[in-house]
């Protein structure tokens, strides 16, 4: 799919955002283990969540979907007669190889080429001492169901998904399993099972998961930041810019661009604050402002990871060089983001502005910048990243995006939601 994307004045209207992809997952996988049925509102239909579906009903689940309504009876897992594919979504072949651990059979899991790049052996190792059988650090792997025991266990790297691999195999493990994290990372899996009723708990940076029965609820997924991050960037770098952006989830270790944002000069507030199924949610609201440049490191990094295109396609347009460090995680995503936001990005000016370093980027601002044929590498976020920049050119050309369908990961209906506006 081509996409082209004509420049624009201004960006402004009242938004709604798909689902949290996220909490979209995990409604199905701990829907599935709960006891009872659980109905889901706000379900993201994005192609990697349907992949989740699809692999626990192969699995023997009854789930039923209805547009963003879906339904899960709970109940005893089975062995499928096939290889689970999880499409492109590493968060469905990760959070699911912890779950099929405790089972009591074996099956395969694969996915697109792109997941069988994917780094596995950060998950496996922990499984296996637990007590699992996993073969394959790629997939596709091999996961013999076995009883398992709790462990303690220091992630060598922040990672939201191996944290939530080791948690859900907890849930099946005889004894403690204590997950040590060196930073805070998004905590969606912990919150749901706590909702549900798991035998889980924070102290400081370790949680402590025991093997639990969960018990099914109403789950309300929120809208997701990752993908109101889009609409944020457009906001800040189009002069005159002024958006809503309806119920969207708020998570703490999921605002990191907000606080960039905000310390770049963009004038955000958060309106209407409250809390659904434990997590918080807000509308949001974004004012563009004349931007600066920042440096982005350190603990900060996790809790914008899956933002970083559409804070670089911002820093494009700020005051000076920000500097974006201690990220190296991007060069295992559906792409290698800091390579592919170099390449791709620098296709809209003579000079490239981006100069990628080992673990992130430095992006010079203000630099002229024209219409551009460019790729999203199969790469969802860079997709949408790659038609922000394309709205902010000046002029009558067009921004042409190459495999641009695949922002339907994440994002079904983007490119009508940026050219035709918000809520009518």
Same mark, same amino acid.
Request: charged share 20%; hydrophobic share 40%; glycine share 10%.
């Given at each position: 799919?081509?996409?082209?994307?004509?420049?624009?004045?201004?960006?402004?209207?009242?938004?709604?955002?798909?689902?949290?992809?996220?909490?979209?997952?995990?409604?199905?996988?701990?829907?599935?283990?709960?006891?009872?049925?659980?109905?889901?509102?706000?379900?993201?239909?994005?192609?990697?969540?349907?992949?989740?579906?699809?692999?626990?009903?192969?699995?023997?689940?009854?789930?039923?979907?209805?547009?963003?309504?879906?339904?899960?009876?709970?109940?005893?897992?089975?062995?499928?007669?096939?290889?689970?594919?999880?499409? $492109?979504?590493?968060?469905?072949?990760?959070?699911?190889?912890?779950?099929?651990?405790?089972? $009591?059979?074996?099956?395969?899991?694969?996915?697109?080429? +792109?997941?069988?790049?994917?780094?596995?052996?950060?998950?496996?190792?922990?499984?296996?001492?637990?007590?699992?059988?996993?073969?394959?650090?790629?997939?596709?792997?091999?996961?013999?169901?076995?009883?398992?025991?709790?462990?303690?266990?220091?992630?060598?790297?922040?990672?939201?998904?191996?944290?939530?691999?080791?948690?859900?195999?907890?849930?099946?493990?005889?004894?403690?399993?204590?997950?040590?994290?060196?930073?805070?990372?998004?905590?969606?899996?912990?919150?749901?099972?706590?909702?549900?009723?798991?035998?889980?708990?924070?102290?400081?940076?370790?949680?402590?998961?025991?093997?639990?029965?969960?018990?099914?609820?109403?789950?309300?997924?929120?809208?997701?930041?990752?993908?109101?991050?889009?609409?944020?960037?457009?906001?800040?770098?189009?002069?005159?810019?002024?958006?809503?952006?309806?119920?969207?989830?708020?998570?703490?270790?999921?605002?990191?661009?907000?606080?960039?944002?905000?310390?770049?000069?963009?004038?955000?507030?958060?309106?209407?604050?409250?809390?659904?199924?434990?997590?918080?949610?807000?509308?949001?609201?974004?004012?563009?402002?004349?931007?600066?440049?920042?440096?982005?490191?350190?603990?900060?990094?996790?809790?914008?990871?899956?933002?970083?295109?559409?804070?670089?396609?911002?820093?494009?347009?700020?005051?000076?060089?920000?500097?974006?460090?201690?990220?190296?995680?991007?060069?295992?995503?559906?792409?290698?983001?800091?390579?592919?936001?170099?390449?791709?990005?620098?296709?809209?000016?003579?000079? $490239?502005?981006?100069?990628?370093?080992?673990?992130?980027?430095?992006?010079?601002?203000?630099?002229?910048?024209?219409?551009?044929?460019?790729? +999203?590498?199969?790469?969802?976020?860079?997709?949408?990243?790659?038609?922000?920049?394309?709205?902010?050119?000046?002029?009558?050309?067009?921004?042409?995006?190459? $495999?641009?369908?695949?922002?339907?990961? +994440?994002?079904?209906?983007?490119?009508?939601?940026?050219?035709?506006?918000?809520?009518?």
């Amino acid at each position: 799919m081509t996409v082209k994307i004509s420049g624009k004045q201004k960006f402004s209207g009242t938004f709604t955002v798909p689902g949290d992809k996220s909490i979209s997952h995990r409604s199905v996988m701990l829907g599935a283990l709960s006891k009872g049925t659980t109905e889901v509102t706000g379900f993201l239909t994005g192609e990697d969540c349907l992949a989740t579906i699809s692999c626990f009903r192969a699995m023997g689940v009854y789930i039923q979907q209805n547009s963003t309504n879906v339904t899960i009876k709970g109940g005893q897992l089975s062995k499928p007669t096939k290889t689970l594919d999880v499409g $492109n979504s590493g968060t469905t072949l990760r959070l699911m190889s912890g779950i099929l651990a405790g089972q $009591n059979f074996t099956c395969s899991i694969t996915g697109d080429e +792109s997941i069988q790049k994917r780094p596995m052996k950060r998950v496996v190792d922990p499984l296996a001492l637990m007590g699992a059988q996993v073969s394959g650090v790629y997939a596709p792997v091999t996961i013999e169901g076995r009883p398992l025991k709790g462990i303690k266990y220091t992630l060598p790297v922040a990672s939201a998904q191996v944290k939530s691999a080791i948690i859900l195999a907890g849930l099946f493990a005889d004894g403690e399993t204590i997950v040590a994290e060196p930073t805070v990372t998004r905590d969606h899996t912990e919150i749901m099972l706590k909702y549900l009723g798991a035998n889980i708990k924070r102290e400081g940076n370790n949680i402590i998961v025991s093997k639990s029965n969960l018990e099914a609820k109403p789950i309300a997924v929120p809208g997701d930041i990752s993908s109101a991050a889009f609409l944020m960037a457009a906001a800040a770098i189009l002069p005159d810019s002024h958006i809503m952006i309806k119920n969207v989830g708020i998570n703490p270790t999921r605002t990191g661009m907000i606080h960039v944002l905000r310390r770049m000069g963009v004038d955000i507030k958060l309106h209407n604050e409250g809390v659904s199924c434990g997590e918080p949610i807000a509308d949001i609201e974004v004012k563009s402002a004349p931007l600066k440049a920042t440096i982005i490191s350190g603990a900060e990094i996790p809790t914008l990871i899956d933002e970083i295109p559409a804070i670089a396609a911002v820093a494009l347009f700020a005051e000076g060089k920000t500097i974006i460090k201690d990220a190296e995680e991007l060069r295992v995503k559906e792409t290698d983001r800091i390579q592919a936001v170099a390449e791709e990005f620098g296709k809209f000016f003579d000079i $490239n502005p981006i100069q990628p370093q080992e673990d992130g980027m430095v992006v010079q601002g203000g630099m002229p910048l024209k219409a551009a044929a460019v790729s +999203s590498r199969g790469d969802h976020r860079l997709a949408m990243s790659l038609s922000v920049l394309g709205m902010a050119v000046v002029g009558d050309n067009e921004t042409i995006i190459e $495999n641009a369908g695949c922002a339907d990961v +994440s994002f079904p209906g983007f490119y009508q939601l940026i050219q035709e506006g918000g809520i009518k």
